[in-house]
């Protein structure tokens, strides 16, 4: 007997799911186990396996497409079983009720070519695929093509890098799944357009697509023709090779001003390296600069790294175009100082104690740990006994979060990325430096996934190693607080009604006076520097 799918719930917030790709195309032999599909939830991307056996009867929701929890996924039956009873609504049952309130738009979708998409399939000639700008992030609202990795009148083939995109969150190589001759570019590099916008044609070589470009326009999010590109851009989104640093969205050139081809694991190498890429030949295709270039590249002779030359008396500037992640950080903060009402504790604790114990742990073989690691471990301890401090401000109510979720901000090359340590007051001082260590490590190559930047109850921002003394930091919306951490100072103290050598270090709470009074504040910092003044008590 036919078995009824319905879209999984597979997530405690999720509410509607994405189909990002079909692993099983109908017809297909299904074992249990077997992964059907690839689904896109509010948090992240999951495999989505089988617990019946038989034949992929039937895809109700086609890839690209989102549908609410328990909208009918797929059918799984006996082969050639007849599954029109499900179809229309004929069966009874809860399953089929679910199944039965998108059986228009199944067989729409089915016969997507004759029916849903007739209008603009009578415009588009044979075998020509129309690209937009895909959605690669979930705060994504526009991108901007860094770089074409394909010119026009290129053959592309299934695979082949088309560009690399900037969001507002990385720069990501964007690859076709499509084969053909890209016979129009769109977006040229350098510019911004908002998602859906026609970013590229492809098709067979030779082909008039002049109409089609000029007559292109943005579809409603409701319309018909969305559905049709809709797969395309999904599919890309969930098969995006990886994220590159952020330095890829300003291409090196050459004095030629030729495009310098390069891929973003070499990129990476010749950062680290600090090779010029524009000195380093590529062996790639076309002339693509790939690892081994970098690996056997011999850095020739260079004059002292100087500033550029201006001329005495003479004005001069350089305009930077701003990147998606600084649109974003922009957009975000600026909300943020201006709609919550802030305001700032300042605390100076006494560091010795912390010094010495430091030194101490870290005399432990394998064991490392930094005195950002200590004042994340101190906060989530603070935080457990204050959860005002802990809470998030909603327009109709106050959320006290009793799990602490610590953002720890980390300075990249165009911003600011916040990477999450969860449930931080559960772990110890070496889990905390490791999984700091690895999001800053993943942060700063753009690698960090959405999960992993997602539901902080607190934030720290630390400047200390630059030698900041004293600063104030933007609260982290939805948050209520923030602590800005300064540097460890050598300086006289007065101890007992003596002047002696100390330690100190300067910190900085910045509070949202909807959520957190002065009093509320002010008393989580004394408990934080009693864990501070005094680490050996975040071990008990």
């Known amino acids: 007997m036919a078995e009824v799918i319905n879209m999984p719930r597979l997530s405690d917030t999720m509410e509607e799911g994405t189909v990002a790709a079909w692993l099983k195309k109908v017809g297909d032999k299904i074992e249990e186990g077997d992964i059907l599909a690839e689904i896109e939830t509010d948090k992240a991307t999951m495999e989505f396996e089988s617990f019946n056996e038989g034949t992929l009867l039937h895809i109700g929701i086609q890839e690209g497409e989102t549908a609410k929890v328990d909208t009918l996924l797929a059918i799984i039956g006996d082969e050639g079983e007849d599954i029109s009873g499900l179809l229309n609504g004929s069966t009874s049952g809860d399953e089929t009720e679910k199944g039965v309130i998108q059986s228009d738009s199944e067989e ?16 588009l000639p044979e075998g020509v695929i129309v690209v937009t700008m895909p959605r690669l992030s979930d705060t994504m609202e526009e991108g901007t093509v860094a770089t074409w990795l394909k010119k026009v009148g290129d053959n592309v083939d299934e695979g082949d890098i088309l560009a690399e995109i900037e969001t507002d969150k990385a720069t990501m190589e964007f690859e076709s799944f499509q084969s053909g001759t890209l016979l129009h570019i769109g977006i040229q590099e350098g510019e911004s357009a908002k998602v859906d916008v026609l970013l590229a044609i492809i098709g067979p070589s030779g082909t008039d697509v002049s109409n089609i470009a000029k007559n292109f326009k943005v579809a409603d999010p409701t319309s018909e023709v969305k559905q049709e590109v809709k797969p395309i851009e999904a599919k890309k989104e969930q098969t995006v090779i990886q994220s590159v640093s952020e330095e890829s969205k300003v291409k090196p050139i050459t004095n030629s001003s030729e495009r310098v081809f390069v891929s973003p694991l070499a990129k990476k190498m010749a950062e680290e390296k600090g090779i010029s890429l524009t000195q380093v030949k ?12 970098i690996e056997n590249f011999t850095p020739a002779a260079q004059s002292a790294s100087v500033g550029k030359f201006v001329p005495t008396g003479q004005e001069d500037f350089d305009e930077v175009p701003n990147s998606n992640m600084r649109k974003a950080i922009a957009k975000n903060l600026a909300k943020s100082k201006f709609i919550a009402p802030h305001y700032y504790l300042n605390v100076e604790f006494d560091m010795e104690n912390a010094m010495a114990f430091r030194m101490q742990y870290n ?7 930094s005195y950002n690691d200590m004042i994340v471990k101190a906060c989530a301890l603070a935080l457990k006994e204050h959860p005002q401090v802990n809470s998030q401000w909603f327009d109709d109510r106050m959320q006290l979060n009793n799990h602490v979720h610590i953002g ?13 340590v969860r449930f931080a007051n559960e772990q110890s001082l070496t889990q905390i430096g490791a999984a700091v260590k690895e999001y800053a490590g993943k942060a700063r190559n753009k690698k960090l996934s959405l999960d992993e930047m997602e539901g902080s109850t607190f934030t720290i921002s630390n400047l ?44 900085t709470l910045a509070c949202d006076h909807r959520t957190v009074d002065g009093a509320t504040g002010s008393q989580f910092l004394q408990t934080l520097k009693g864990y501070i003044e005094n680490p050996v008590t975040m071990l008990v």
């Open 464 to 507: 200390g190693m630059f030698g900041i003394e004293s600063f104030t930091s933007i609260i982290n919306q939805p948050n209520s607080a923030i602590l800005s951490v300064g540097a460890i100072v050598a300086k006289p103290v007065v101890k007992d009604g003596q002047v002696v050598a100390g330690n100190t270090m300067k910190l």
């Open 108 to 123: 729409s979708q089915e016969n997507i070519d004759a029916d849903t998409l007739s209008k603009e399939s009578q415009e």
């Open 363 to 369: 005399s432990l073989p394998d064991t490392k740990i």
């Open 408 to 420: 720890v901000a980390v300075a990249v090359t165009d911003g600011l990325l916040v990477p999450v």
């Open 282 to 293: 590529g062996s790639g295709e076309n002339g693509r600069i790939v690892k081994r270039d």
